[in-house]
């Protein structure tokens, strides 16, 4: 006789659908790091480890698929390949990896760590090592190849690291923001970051907010020496004419954005507010931007890319 399936008992928890299946040849997390040489995709790999990935170093693209397959038929549910320009037909092999992977039912996310190039040159110079792109010619001909090599990847990048002034510790912070378990992330984290416009563009901004129309606290005597994290600076500043009319009117610019961000998966947001030094007004602002973000349910901090620079 056919033995009947077990009937579920009627106070059972019913499975949700939405969970996806974690047994065998389910869809895994894939994170895949790539970047320029020198900028810390290793570094972002050991971190990406720290946090439960299972990681991959120096993978050819046309390994990642088979990589991949092999680990959701066992137990790894979230896979990190760091691939760099050593593998040649980079560029339109990775592409065409990750497209295969999201047919596949993955979730593939791109990582592209960068750096500026003299940072680039100062890390190669005090290492003593050689570019892998150089060849024959200077250590920047090498950076400037492998930046055109990665115009296409870094493109289509779900997440841009800039680690020209992020320390370790820093770099570490801006991954965990980004990677940790669904359960012990917020739906939205986002960072609110102070910079000089003298100092350039911060290129891994999602929105670039300019706090220059208001008074510059460089030219009151006895704030010159104080930063916008100091109360008599950031009470100047945020007492200007306009300056709270600002933060509203932009507050109720992110409360628009922030939900189609989450709608969209987007679970980390970097607003840049910059000034002429990125001592005064940027950071006074961006603190004030930080804590009205918290007040609104997002999980946000402040960090000052230019302070103590001049």
């Known amino acids: ?175 965990e923001a980004a990677f940790l378990d669904e359960g012990a992330l917020p739906e939205l984290t986002a960072t609110v970051l102070s910079f000089g416009f003298k100092y350039g563009l911060p290129l891994d901004a999602d929105l670039v907010v300019d706090a220059r129309f208001l008074p510059n606290p460089h030219w009151v005597p006895e704030l010159r020496p104080l930063t916008g994290r100091d109360a008599p600076v950031r009470d100047h500043v945020l007492a200007a004419d306009d300056a709270q009319q600002f933060l509203d009117r932009y507050l109720e610019v992110l409360r628009l954005l922030v939900p189609g961000y989450r709608r969209e998966g987007k679970k980390y947001l970097t607003l840049a507010v910059g000034c002429t030094g990125g001592k005064h007004r940027s950071v006074a602002i961006a603190e004030e931007f930080a804590r009205r973000l918290s007040a609104e349910g997002v999980t946000a901090s402040a960090r000052h890319r230019d302070l103590g620079r001049e």
């Open 1 to 175: 006789m056919t033995d009947l399936p077990d009937t579920p008992h009627p106070d059972a928890p019913h499975p949700d659908p939405r969970l996806p299946d974690d047994g065998p040849g389910a869809p895994l997390e894939v994170v895949v790091v790539t970047g320029l040489s020198g900028a810390g995709k290793n570094t972002a790999g050991r971190v990406l480890e720290d946090l439960g990935f299972f990681v991959v170093d120096n993978l050819p693209p046309a390994l990642l698929a088979p990589m991949v397959e092999l680990g959701s038929r066992g137990d790894v549910r979230r896979f990190a390949a760091v691939v760099d320009v050593r593998s040649r037909a980079f560029s339109s092999d990775l592409a065409e990896a990750i497209r295969g992977l999201t047919d596949a039912g993955h979730r593939p996310r791109v990582v592209y760590v960068h750096a500026r190039d003299e940072v680039l040159v100062r890390r190669y110079e005090s290492n003593r090592r050689e570019h892998p792109l150089q060849g024959s010619g200077r250590l920047s001909d090498g950076i400037a190849a492998e930046r055109a090599l990665l115009t296409g990847i870094a493109g289509e990048a779900d997440l841009w690291v800039d680690t020209s002034d992020l320390n370790v510790h820093q770099l570490r912070t801006t991954l």
